[in-house]
């Protein structure tokens, strides 16, 4: 062998060792730039990527000692960019950009610091609405690293006192994974792989239920004992594993795994860089039938065929294991977490003798059914109804299924599909009705699994249609009812004087208030409502001593409205 050919052969693999070796490059990030976001014990609720209906979760739920009220400061030198508040979601929320091009954020949140809270009152204020989403000036508020901006607390979508923290990429809004940048947690534990799952990708993954194998660790490897037989010519695995950290009993989500076949790379899942308009294609990337279904969380080493890239890395295909060669293939999946520490599950599969032929990737939809397909415009219609679905909506192709039930009273039921197909948009539903006395009035009202979403039913010669983002038993309720108010020990003439607020509870048949407002002796009062429960005011200077007229108004989403006046003295 001449030199040439030597060094081409040591460079060829030299290059096959290192994409063998990592599917993913080594980030970037700055280490030891953003200390650690709240005065309390460096201890953590949830991190960066763990699975939750409908997202990833997309920071670090940091503790605060099961405590409100812990002072919450800047990870970093940078000003405050943007400030938002909002019922559900992340509640009392603070972002900062920094000027290494990154932005953190703080949610969950009681008060701001002082100057903030009063700013932003006045803005709220100004702008008569308690809910905000705020771009603030660069250099009003600048802040420097450690210095207080809030307290912690309990707002919004949280379940208990934390502080979620995220680090974003300015420009991009990307979200990225914090442990990349030295939080300084320490962590020198692997992640632990708990299952792996087999689905045979000559049908479609919501038309099966996946085939679970028992692992077994060896030697620090796990394995799957006896080789895999399967009568199909593709498979694709999925994984059930999870990750810690030293010195915590809590089990956290992954950050990465990858999938090889006789060592060659073929894909691979990295959770860093997300967006939030990204973060639903979680749907994609877990079995959610599965789950739906009440099975555990798994994690796919496929790409669905309507997910684009995303998370993955494509090497050599999208996941799916061709097996039409007939020998014996080994694979090997390794799973790692961001500190770099890494377990590895090996195991053997080869394709079986009596392979059953499929056509259409397993949709041969029978007559009463329609095959919907990831990429198209896919639409059901006949005379009562018409399901329209436009191209990014699904993930893996189904047989459509519709029934219509005559319930005992009110308008038709009709079952569009079920909810263990997701959707990643929402899709528009058209039903057919011509007996509703109040067509301006009209509600279509989705159910299933417990779960019920109402939206306003738009008429037009006879139709009524709302988007929703998911299937289930779908029917028209017409709503003439206007909602309830109902103060919370408070009551018409009282003498308010030992209150320290104003409560009031709202009810609605839909459960979907359009408006809230409340004017005090004809100014706009400010009333929060955190977790879209109570609306709450706190005793301030906008309700001085003496005697006050309360008027409050709600409007629900059909439009119905109630206005009730209350009189009191302070």
Not at 128 to 155: C, H, L, R, Y
Not at 187 to 195: K, Q
Request: hydrophobic share 35%; with cysteine; proline share 6%.
């Amino acid at each position: 062998m001449n030199v040439h050919k030597l060094t081409a052969l040591c460079l060829f693999l030299l290059i096959f060792i290192s994409a063998t070796a990592q599917i993913f490059p080594a980030k970037n990030y700055p280490q030891g730039y953003f200390q650690w976001p709240v005065i309390a014990k460096h201890a953590l609720a949830a991190n960066f990527g763990e699975l939750r209906p409908n997202h990833y979760h997309m920071g670090l739920d940091c503790k605060t000692d099961q405590r409100e009220n812990v002072p919450v400061v800047a990870a970093a030198d940078g000003y405050i960019a943007k400030v938002k508040i909002e019922p559900f979601g992340f509640g009392r929320c603070i972002y900062i950009n920094h000027p290494n091009g990154l932005t953190t954020l703080y949610a969950h949140l009681n008060d701001f610091y002082p100057a903030l809270e009063k700013y932003i009152t006045e803005l709220q204020y100004e702008q008569q609405s308690w809910k905000v989403f705020v771009d603030i000036p660069e250099g009003m508020f600048p802040v420097k690293k450690g210095q207080q901006i809030a307290f912690s607390g309990n707002t919004g979508g949280s379940q208990g006192p934390h502080t979620h923290f995220e680090i974003r990429d300015t420009k991009t809004d990307k979200v990225l994974n914090p442990f990349l940048f030295g939080m300084g947690l320490p962590d020198n534990i692997p992640p632990d792989i708990f299952r792996v799952a087999m689905y045979d990708r000559c049908l479609s993954t919501y038309e099966q239920s996946p085939k679970f194998y028992n692992l077994k660790k060896e030697n620090g490897i796990y394995t799957i004992p006896a080789v895999i037989i399967t009568n199909t010519d593709k498979v694709s695995f999925a994984i059930a594993a999870t990750d810690r950290f030293s010195g915590s009993p809590h089990k956290y989500g992954i950050y990465e795994a990858s999938l090889s076949n006789d060592e060659r790379p073929v894909i691979g899942f990295q959770i860093d860089s997300i967006s939030y308009d990204e973060t639903r294609y979680v749907n994609a990337q877990i079995d959610y039938k599965l789950r739906s279904d009440g099975g555990p969380f798994v994690q796919h080493l496929s790409r669905l065929p309507g997910y684009p890239e995303g998370i993955y890395k494509q090497v050599s295909g999208d996941g799916v294991i061709d097996l039409t060669d007939d020998s014996t293939h080994a694979i090997k999946i390794e799973v790692k977490d961001a500190a770099g520490n890494s377990s590895i599950l090996k195991f053997n599969i080869k394709r079986g003798t009596s392979v059953q032929p499929k056509t259409m990737s397993g949709i041969a939809a029978a007559p009463s059914q329609t095959a919907f397909r990831p990429g198209f415009v896919n639409i059901f219609e006949n005379e009562k109804i018409c399901a329209y679905l436009p191209e990014p909506c699904l993930y893996d192709s189904f047989r459509f299924t519709y029934k219509e039930i005559i319930p005992a009273t009110g308008f038709p039921v009709y079952q569009v599909h079920n909810a263990s197909v997701p959707l990643q948009t929402k899709f528009s539903l058209m039903i057919k009705n011509s007996n509703a006395v109040y067509p301006d009035k009209m509600v279509m009202h989705r159910f299933a699994n417990g779960k019920n979403d109402y939206a306003k039913a738009v008429h037009n010669d006879g139709w009524y249609t709302a988007s929703f983002k998911a299937f289930g038993n779908f029917q028209l309720l017409q709503d003439t009812v206007p909602p309830a108010i109902t103060p919370v020990g408070f009551w018409e003439g009282m003498n308010v004087a030992k209150l320290n607020r104003l409560a009031f509870v709202i009810t609605d048949a839909t459960e979907e208030l359009q408006n809230f407002s409340a004017m005090l002796d004809g100014k706009w009062l400010r009333f929060s409502n955190d977790k879209g429960r109570t609306f709450i005011y706190k005793m301030d200077e906008h309700c001085g001593p003496g005697k006050h007229e309360l008027k409050i108004s709600v409007a629900d989403c059909a439009g119905n409205t109630t206005e009730k006046w209350y009189h009191f003295s302070r």
